[in-house]
C-alpha cells in the first residue's frame, strides 16, 4: 500500500527564480521561474531541444545555473525517473537484482512496490525483456523506494501506446494522491497528459506560458509553439473529457492564468 506524507501546500518543495543556463555561449534556459508545492502535478512541455530535461537536470541540481536560484525545501527526498536508461544487453540482469542494486533505505518489499505500480509479475524477468510500459513502471518502483517528496519524470510515456499512456498517467495520479508527494514531469504535449496535470509550464527555452491545462491550451504563445491544430485538438479533447459546452467560444487569451510572452 502506498504510504501518504503529511500535506503542507504553503510552502513551496522547489523554487527556481529567473534561472538562466548558457552553454559554450548557446542559451539553453532563459529567465525560467517555478515553484513546486506537495501534493500537486506539474508538466513541462515544450517542442524537441525546449530545454525540458535541461530544466529538469538543473531542478534536480545536476547542472548549475549560469544566474537565478534553485531553491529545495529542508529534508526532502527526490525521486528521478530518467528519460533514458542505457541497459548494457551483455549484463543480463532481473528487475529484483536491478532495485536491489539501487541501495535505498527501504521499507517497503520489492514485491510490494512492484505492486503499487502494477508490474509485480515481472519482478524475476530480465531487465532487458521488459516492454516500455513495464520498464517505466520498475524505474518508476525504483524512484518510490527512497519515500519520495518530489517525484521527478523525464518522459514517462515516451515508447508506449496510447492505452499504456493513459494507464501511466493515471498511475502517476494515483501515486500522487496515495503518497501526497508533488510531482514534476515533462512531456512532449498536452493530449494525453493535460487530465493528469494540474498546472502546465509551456517551455521553449523561457517559459512561453503557463496556467491550467485550459488556460495554456488557449493561449497564443501555446498556438504559436504548437500549431493551430494542436490548440484546436486538446480543445475537443477536453470537451470530451469533462463534458463543458463552452471551449468553443472560450479563446481568450490566458484570462486568469500566468502570462509571460510578450513576443
Ligand atoms: N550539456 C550540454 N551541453 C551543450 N548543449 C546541451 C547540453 N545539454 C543539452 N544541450 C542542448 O540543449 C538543448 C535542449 O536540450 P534538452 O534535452 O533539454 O531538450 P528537450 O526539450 O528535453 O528535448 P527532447 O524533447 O528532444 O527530449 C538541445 O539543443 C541540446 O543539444
Same mark, same amino acid.
Given at each position: ?12 518543495? #522547489?523554487? *527556481?527564480?529567473?534561472v538562466n ?11 525560467v521561474?517555478?515553484? #513546486? ?10 517542442p ?26 529542508s529534508?526532502?527526498t527526490? !525521486?528521478? &525517473? ?16 536491478? #532495485? ?7 521499507k ?6 512492484l505492486?503499487?505500480?502494477?508490474a509485480?509479475? &515481472?519482478?524475476?524477468?530480465p531487465?532487458?525483456?521488459?516492454? !516500455? ?5 520498475? *524505474? ?13 519524470l ?14 501511466? /498517467? ?46 495554456? &491550451?488557449?493561449d ?8 493551430? /491544430? ?11 473529457k ?14 486568469? !492564468?500566468?502570462?509571460?510572452h510578450?513576443?
Open positions: 500500500m502506498l504510504t501518504s506524507k503529511k500535506q503542507d501546500t504553503s510552502q513551496p518543495l #522547489l523554487t *527556481l527564480t529567473s543556463l548558457t552553454i559554450s555561449e548557446r542559451s539553453l534556459l532563459e529567465s521561474d517555478l515553484e #513546486l508545492h506537495r501534493g500537486e502535478i506539474v508538466t513541462v512541455v515544450g524537441n531541444g525546449a530545454g525540458k530535461t535541461t530544466l529538469l537536470r538543473v531542478a534536480l541540481g545536476l547542472q548549475k545555473p549560469t544566474s537565478g536560484s534553485v531553491t529545495v525545501a529534508n526532502i527526490i !525521486g528521478y &525517473v530518467p528519460q533514458k536508461l542505457h541497459i548494457d544487453p551483455t549484463f543480463p540482469i532481473t528487475v529484483r537484482r536491478f #532495485l536491489a542494486l539501487a541501495k535505498a533505505h527501504n517497503h518489499s520489492f514485491e510490494s512496490l505492486k503499487d505500480v502494477g509485480e509479475h &515481472v519482478i524475476d524477468s531487465l532487458q525483456n521488459l516492454s !516500455g510500459g513495464e520498464l517505466q513502471r520498475v *524505474l518508476m518502483a525504483r524512484a518510490l523506494m527512497r519515500d519520495p517528496d518530489i517525484l521527478v523525464d518522459e514517462p510515456v515516451q515508447g508506449v501506446d496510447v492505452h499504456g499512456q493513459v494507464e501511466l /498517467y493515471d498511475l502517476i495520479s494515483r501515486v500522487r494522491t496515495e503518497r501526497g508527494c508533488a510531482i514534476l514531469m515533462v512531456s512532449h504535449d498536452l493530449h494525453l497528459v493535460m487530465a493528469s496535470t494540474d498546472r502546465v509550464f509551456c517551455l521553449n527555452k523561457h517559459i512561453c506560458c503557463s496556467g491550467t491545462p485550459e488556460v495554456v &491550451v488557449n497564443p504563445a501555446y498556438t504559436a509553439l504548437f500549431g493551430p /491544430y494542436a490548440a484546436r485538438h486538446l480543445a475537443i479533447y477536453v470537451h470530451d469533462e463534458h463543458q459546452h463552452d471551449h468553443d467560444h472560450n479563446h481568450e487569451c490566458c484570462g486568469d !492564468g500566468e502570462h509571460n510578450n513576443g
